[in-house]
């Protein structure tokens, strides 16, 4: 098996993966909210959303199977070079942007048909409710997910300490896929340790996100039973935060391993080994993120209600909830992005996905977005003038 | 999901915003704590979200919250503790003057607005008996006799 070949086989593995997942992701949202669209709770089943979503799971299959004609199919024609390289990136690309197009287009017709039929019309009490703050996940949970990510990066920087004093004047900085050192670098602290700070960088980000978002708010209708969704959203938000650090850790293990690689700890895996010591990581995080979203659903539309101290009807899978009663499909352009100045919220719950995304009508969103670049920018002007 | 014991939430009450309705988002929030510290939900001492935390789940600008909660804190009805908490209260007698002269002044309006419609001075009678039964009913305890 050739490392290439190994190569199209991973990415035409990753592709079917999210191929199956934007299949399945109408099935995933709030029930109310169907392809993107907010329809009435007796809505949800009406033929043309059903079609709507026909028509959206058409396209996407559609674009998988262009997209692994393009991972495995181009390659094999000859073209060479470094558009065997590409090619299977570019199928990924072409997946999620042939799905955008499939969600953008089928979207806009059941939005044309609700308009039409005027199904929000005359409803009266279209509403957003909110009681009090949402239940708090516990910061005990959120403590125990971060550590091991926690005593990886330790042991790390522990091990890096240990060890500084006894590295070569020369550090291996670049590896191939074959497994042999082709960068060497002058020892210095920046060098020997810039995986471990850049280990201690993602895991300051990934804490903090987790915090964020196990603040966001909790999407309420006026008919809601709200003890139960108090409780589904709330283990929603905790199951995401603890995603995020689960993530976190197979990042620390490997940025860990390849700390200890780099500094002569331990010998480098076998020549067939480099590329899967390399790529099963992230093919780990996609399956851990698809999984859990898949088995959670946006805003916990997929966790069963869960019961309630009081008792209560034991409510199963099929008890949904009604959302928020407000036609809010103006604020969410193509569907995709969020644009609400009158919102004060940062972060919404994703109109079509498991996830957040930003109020774009929000200037501390813009902050967010851009602040990363500006850090990047002022880090590198820093270390040119070192 | 241990919420601290002093400062539990009273699950009887929430707010309810009708984007639709002519009445201003702020006057709804506003009429919503009015009703609840009416009626007994929203009993002396409890806590308010704050309008940064109500605003977000309510989609609205948190300006808006801050107008409602402005205008309750004039009228006697909230207070900022020293620990930046928004607690009900319920106005002391001493403001009683000044409350019942605006009072009266809005139910002149509305009396108004019912015999300008036909309606007679006997239906108004009933109809506002009725609701005082509806309110009294559905909160016996809390007619509190002033000092």
């Known amino acids: ?386 | 999901m241990t919420v601290g014991s002093e400062t539990r939430e009273p699950p009887s009450f929430r707010f309810v915003v009708d984007f639709d309705s002519p009445v201003p988002v702020y006057r709804q929030i506003h009429q919503a704590v009015v009703e609840g510290i009416a009626d007994g939900r929203l009993p002396e001492g409890a806590r308010l979200p704050s309008s940064r935390r109500l605003a977000s789940d309510l989609a609205i600008h948190y300006h808006t919250v801050n107008k409602a909660y402005d205008l309750l804190r004039r009228e006697g009805f909230l207070a900022l503790t020293r620990r930046k908490e928004l607690r009900v209260l319920r106005p002391h007698v001493g403001d009683r003057e000044g409350f019942l002269r605006d009072w009266s002044g809005r139910q002149e309006t509305l009396l108004s607005e019912a015999l300008a419609h036909g309606l007679t001075p006997p239906e108004v009678e009933s109809r506002l008996r009725e609701l005082l039964v509806r309110r009294g009913a559905r909160h016996p305890g809390t007619a509190r006799s002033g000092a």
């Open chain 1, 1 to 386: 098996m050739t490392p290439v070949s190994f190569l199209e086989g991973y990415i035409a593995t990753l592709a079917i993966l999210l191929g199956v997942f934007l299949y399945w992701l109408p099935d995933l949202t709030p029930r109310t909210i169907r392809l993107g669209v907010r329809v009435p709770p007796e809505r949800t089943d009406d033929p043309a959303v059903l079609r709507s979503i026909r028509r959206f799971r058409a396209g996407a299959l559609l674009s998988l199977a262009l997209a692994l004609l393009a991972i495995v199919g181009i390659p094999a024609t000859g073209i060479g070079g470094i558009a065997d390289r590409l090619v299977p990136v570019a199928g990924i690309f072409l997946l999620v942007a042939g799905s955008l197009v499939s969600y953008v287009v089928f979207r806009g017709q059941l939005l044309h048909v609700k308009e039409e039929e005027h199904w929000m019309q005359g409803r009266a009490g279209m509403s957003v409710a909110a009681g009090w703050s949402a239940p708090k996940p516990s910061a005990r949970h959120l403590g125990l997910w971060i550590l091991p990510s926690l005593l990886l990066l330790g042991a790390v920087w522990g091990a890096g300490l240990f060890l500084y004093p006894g590295l070569p004047a020369e550090i291996p900085v670049h590896y191939t896929l074959s497994g042999s050192v082709n960068a060497w670098a002058p020892k210095s602290f920046l060098v020997a340790f810039s995986l471990p700070l850049v280990g201690a960088a993602i895991l300051t980000l990934f804490a903090l996100l987790s915090w964020v978002i196990t603040r966001t708010r909790t999407e309420l209708g006026p008919r809601e039973d709200w003890a139960s969704e108090h409780r589904r959203q709330g283990i929603f938000r905790e199951r995401m935060a603890a995603l995020l650090l689960g993530v976190a850790a197979i990042v620390e293990a490997q940025l860990a391993f390849l700390s200890l690689l780099l500094w002569g700890a331990i010998a480098p895996p076998a020549s067939g080994w480099v590329l899967a010591v390399a790529l099963a990581p992230a093919l780990l995080v996609v399956a851990l993120v698809l999984t859990v979203s898949v088995r959670t659903g946006q805003l916990g539309a997929r966790i069963p209600a869960p019961a309630g101290p009081a008792g209560g009807p034991s409510s199963g899978p099929s008890v949904r909830a009604y959302g928020p009663e407000r036609d809010d499909d103006r604020f969410w352009k193509g569907g995709i992005l969020y644009y609400n100045p009158d919102d004060s919220s940062i972060l919404v719950a994703k109109r079509f996905g498991v996830g957040w995304t930003f109020n774009f009508g929000h200037p501390v969103s813009w902050v967010a977005l851009l602040a990363p670049f500006l850090l990047l920018g002022i880090a590198l002007v820093l270390l040119a003038h070192l």
